[in-house]
Structures are given as C-alpha cells and as structure tokens.
C-alpha cells in the first residue's frame, strides 16, 4: 500500500525559497506534486519518473523548481526558488500511473502541507 506524507511547508517572502519533503512508502510509476490554492483549480507542479528518472513541469513553474527524490531515504522533494505570491497554496505529493500533471491519474495522495509567499 502507498503512503505518502509532506513537509517542509511554511511562510516566506517573495523571492525567497522552500524545500518540500515527501516521505514515500510503497512502489509507484511517477511522483508528482500537486498544489491547489483557494477558489482555484488543482494544479499539476512537477513530476519525476520512479524508472527512468525523468522529470517533467508545468509552465508556470519551470526553471524556478526542481524535483527530486532520494531512493535511500524513499523520500521525494520539491525545491522552490524565486517564489511569488502565485505560489501560494496547499503542496500534496502524490503517487501516479502516469507522469502527465493529470489529478485524474493519481492514485495516492499525501495530506499537503502549506506554503505561503508575501510581497
């Protein structure tokens, strides 16, 4: 069974960075991170390919985060950097059957952990 839990979370400035953890248990295909901010869509982030290593992110956030896993530690992380008010909202990582950003090919979810960016 897949487990997956988030950390790393919290408030910061613009400009600033955060490092997300997921600690996963469990195999999966793809890991992603997912973020959703109120009264908006959930929004695929970034994802990493469990096999070939391969990452893939979305427009908004490419070339300001990394993700990244660590295979002896089973954990997962999402570096951001430069990060603006946008990037404001609630981080999940998930576990997938496809490394597409699609929500609709999650089939585990972690329980999200905060992130907060002021001007």
């Known amino acids: 069974q897949v487990r997956l839990g988030e950390s790393g979370g919290g408030s910061v400035q613009a400009g600033g960075s955060l490092r997300l953890s997921c600690v996963v248990s469990?195999?999966?295909?793809?890991l992603e991170w997912f973020r959703q901010a109120p009264g908006k869509r959930r929004e695929g982030v970034a994802a990493?390919?469990?096999?070939?290593?391969?990452?893939y992110y979305a427009d908004s956030v490419k070339g300001r985060f990394t993700v990244s896993r660590d295979n002896a530690k089973n954990t997962l992380y999402l570096q951001m950097n430069t990060l603006s008010p946008e990037d404001t909202a609630m981080y999940y990582c998930?576990?997938?059957?496809?490394?597409?950003?699609?929500?609709?090919?999650?089939?585990?979810w972690g329980q999200g952990t905060q992130v907060t960016v002021s001007s």
């Open positions: 998930a576990a997938a059957y496809s490394c597409s950003l699609y929500d609709g090919h999650v089939s585990h």
């Open positions: 990493i390919h469990t096999g070939a290593g391969s990452t």
């Open positions: 469990g195999g999966s295909y793809c």
